[in-house]
């Protein structure tokens, strides 16, 4: 029997006998697909015409309505269900099918057949609606709704992790509680610290960190540990990360490249002509850059009007993501090429990314539609008769315990020209959100309005306000390109603080706010909120008119400075009067700090703007003044100006002061190193002070380490995987410090006093050993 056999359809289209369905639904498994069947039954079902056919021509091609009334409720969050054809008396059929559908997948479903082993993907071939009595499913119910950080391409030592949940419950949640795992090990248990109402969604930022520093797969696993949760929805979250071997880049291709494809690449020495692939590596064709050349880079396509990015992986870690990797879009297929003057960059070969893509481009790196990914080599090279820096630390990691540590960074020159630079220090405040987010990790329901980003890219940078602040609170990563909106003609853009980010500023004042106006409006006010929730503002606190420039940053002097608290505050500005061309607010080139530095508000309702598919953070500043709290106050330089002749090394002291700060909690800084080098103009050293262990080195016996000196080097052999070792004079200051990657090293003992010291080993898996070794000199 056939499908064209059942149903006894009658000469006007209607059925005239039952069909025989199975109706199934099914619980999502790790790995995505069905999992555990929680329901399964036949039902004879007899189908109504709708009066529509796809096609006038085909009997087979008419549209059936079916109705299945199951006789018993189905408790399901999110998961699968499938509709399938029966088998009737053992027959023997061509048609047997099941449809299979999945919440969290719009427009997609999987689709399979006897004759295959696996699931297809195919879009959906019916339409259909499940019914209910619209009541509550759980009394007390937490859902994960998406992961928003670290990327998958974190690569660093102390990655943030954070994780947006929903309140599926009909009752308020207060007590919620999320436990992290790496690698089958529990990190963190932390409970959320807020009451949810049924319905509401909450995005939280583990204390905890995770390392992804090693090379390699990492694991990791969100789980939901609520007590009296009824665990309707999925308890876990799995996601991984692979960090990269050096040289390595991340992957980026499209599903098909049959239609829209890039022809031909220029730029430099390259000229290459190519076909159509979802990727092509070209990294073997190469041309140089030097500092002060622009290269002009063009690119031809076919297919029509596309997109076309381009990327340079300056500093080399393989992602794309810093600042100015992104070099811009190529709306007329052409763009300059240059070293940037604000980012890190690292001389030798780097990566140029080119995408060209039927859709806008959200990352150099995944998968994306339609169109092609090519990559190409630049070589960095120095000038010359020019300086190069090299500093003596990639990285500072400091354990303390209510001390004061000292930390010798040095600074070498190893070019044929004096070094001459400045040195300055950037806090990062505790509990802020993820430092990058996923411009994927979007949600579904999205309003009738729209944004759309300029073409325009920002290579020469408007000046920004000269800050006298103590500090600034801000997501943007600099002025990359302006927005329109297409619906209304006022808009609130604001960035939104957490009460207990701003805690580390507490008593300090908010005296002036900065934003990059590009056209013009009617109208332009500063206005800032107080406490709502993360979804929503809450009362207005100040609201002052300010006249907008064109193309600018406006520094507005608040008339009102503003005291900072311990609460959550929404700061943005208020625009009046301007039409859907108008491009109106700058933005930076990403990652979106999603619902933190790119909320919108349109009429009644605040939006994030990374929701609705822009990965980009508002350019809004807020300049914060008053007495330093130990916060943003406890790193401090012996010296912020260094000249350095050529073949010579400079030290700075770094003194790193935990007297004052919070037991438990991990504090962020960077030196950033401002320098005549041409390539490296800007170099930053991460530092990270732990203030949660004893300052004394415990001595203890090295079981599988080998540790010894020999000709003016201190050699560690191990035999499990290292990640950093450093040397601390008996007075517990840190002298000299190098992070491992493997599992030996050699570490010079230049301008070293002969005398005693501690060998502080830290291995790649968190495990610590020290030994007490004497040098002589």
């Not at 995505?32 to 056919?53: A, M, Q, W």
């Not at 195919?122 to 609606?129: G, I, K, R, V």
């Not at 190893?414 to 630079?421: D, I, N, R, Y």
């Not at 790119?598 to 007495?627: E, P, Q």
Request: glycine share 8%; proline share 3%.
């Amino acid at each position: 029997m056939s499908c064209a056999d059942r149903g006894g359809i009658d000469e006007n289209g209607e059925m005239t006998e039952p069909i025989r369905f199975e109706v199934a639904f099914y619980e999502m498994g790790a790995d995505g697909y069905p999992g555990k069947e929680v329901y399964r039954k036949e039902f004879d079902v007899l189908g109504k015409f709708t009066g529509v056919s796809a096609s006038e021509y085909d009997d087979l091609a008419r549209i059936y309505e079916f109705s299945v009334e199951l006789d018993e409720t189905i408790c399901l969050e999110s998961g699968f269900f499938s509709v399938a054809a029966a088998k009737v008396d053992n027959e023997t059929h061509n048609c047997a099918f099941s449809v299979f559908t999945c919440s969290n997948v719009p427009g997609i479903g999987l689709i399979w057949m006897e004759a295959y082993e696996e699931y297809m993907t195919s879009q959906l071939s019916m339409c259909y609606c499940l019914t209910g009595d619209g009541g509550y499913i759980a009394q007390k119910a937490l859902k994960f709704e998406r992961l928003l950080s670290p990327l998958e391409t974190a690569s660093d030592k102390y990655e943030k992790v954070q994780v947006e949940v929903m309140n599926i419950g009909e009752q308020a949640i207060s007590d919620a509680k999320l436990q992290l795992y790496l690698d089958d090990k529990l990190l963190a248990t932390e409970e959320l610290g807020v009451t949810l109402a049924s319905m509401e969604s909450y995005k939280h930022t583990f204390d905890q960190r995770i390392d992804c520093s090693q090379p390699g797969k990492h694991n990791i696993e969100i789980r939901n540990v609520t007590e009296g949760d009824e665990q309707t929805a999925h308890q876990s979250m799995f996601f991984s990360i692979t960090k990269r071997e050096e040289g390595i880049v991340c992957e980026s291709y499209s599903t098909d490249a049959s239609y829209e494809y890039i022809t031909s690449v220029k730029i430099g020495s390259i000229s290459n002509p190519s076909e159509g692939n979802v990727y092509s590596d070209f990294s073997d064709m190469k041309t140089s850059i030097k500092p002060g050349e622009v290269l002009d880079l063009n690119v031809e396509c076919e297919g029509g009007s596309l997109y076309i990015g381009a990327w340079v992986d300056w500093n080399g870690n393989g992602s794309f993501d810093e600042a100015g990797e992104f070099i811009g879009y190529l709306p007329k297929g052409s763009i300059k090429v240059s070293i940037p003057d604000e980012a890190v960059v690292v001389p030798g070969e780097r990566r140029l990314r080119i995408i060209a893509s039927y859709e806008d481009i959200l990352s150099a790196c995944g998968q994306y539609g339609y169109g092609e990914t090519e990559d190409y080599t630049l070589v960095v090279e120095h000038s010359d008769n020019s300086p190069i820096i090299k500093p003596g630390l990639s990285i500072i990691d400091s354990y303390q315990s209510f001390d004061v540590r000292p930390v010798t960074l040095e600074i070498k020159n190893e070019g044929s020209a004096e070094l001459t630079g400045t040195a300055s220090v950037l806090y990062a405040l505790p509990h802020s959100p993820g430092s990058k987010q996923s411009a994927f990790a979007t949600k579904n329901s999205k309003p009738s309005w729209r944004f759309t980003k300029s073409a325009k890219s920002h290579s020469v940078k408007a000046k920004e306000t000269e800050s006298q602040a103590e500090f600034v609170l801000r997501y943007d990563n600099g002025l990359e390109s302006e927005v329109s909106l297409s619906g209304g003609s006022s808009a609130v853009y604001a960035q939104y603080f957490p009460g207990n980010m701003l805690a580390g500023l507490s008593g300090m004042q908010i005296s002036s706010v900065d934003v990059y106006i590009n056209d013009v409006p009617d109208k332009a006010q500063v206005v800032i909120f107080g406490q709502g929730s993360q979804s929503n503002a809450g009362n207005e606190l100040m609201r002052q008119t300010f006249s907008p420039i064109a193309q600018s940053w406006n520094h507005i002097v608040l008339e009102q400075p503003l005291t900072i608290g311990n609460t959550d505050l929404w700061i943005g500005v208020n625009i009046d009067g301007f039409e859907p061309t108008d491009f109106v607010i700058g933005i930076d080139g990403g990652h979106v700090q999603n619902g933190f530095g790119d909320m919108v508000k349109l009429g009644n309702t605040w939006w994030s703007a990374g929701d609705l598919g822009l990965n980009s953070n508002f350019c809004i500043r807020a300049n914060v003044m008053g007495n330093r709290t130990p916060t943003i106050n406890w790193l401090s330089l012996d010296k912020y100006e260094f000249s350095v002749a050529p073949s010579v090394m400079e030290t700075l002291t770094v003194s790193l002061d935990a007297t004052q700060l919070q037991r438990n909690t991990l504090y962020e800084a960077q030196i950033v190193l401002a320098n005549n080098d041409a390539v490296s103009r800007i170099v930053k050293i991460p530092v990270y002070l732990n203030n949660d262990r004893e300052s004394k080195v415990e001595l203890q016996t090295l079981a599988s380490t080998v540790v010894y000196t020999y000709g003016g080097y201190l050699v560690v052999q191990t035999d499990k995987a290292l990640s950093s070792i450093s040397l601390v004079n008996m007075n517990g200051a840190v002298m000299k410090m190098q992070n491992v990657d493997g599992y030996t090293t050699n570490m010079s003992l230049d301008n070293l006093q002969t005398g005693i010291y501690i060998c502080c080993i830290v291995h790649a898996d968190g495990s610590r050993e020290n030994v007490k070794i004497p040098v002589v000199r």
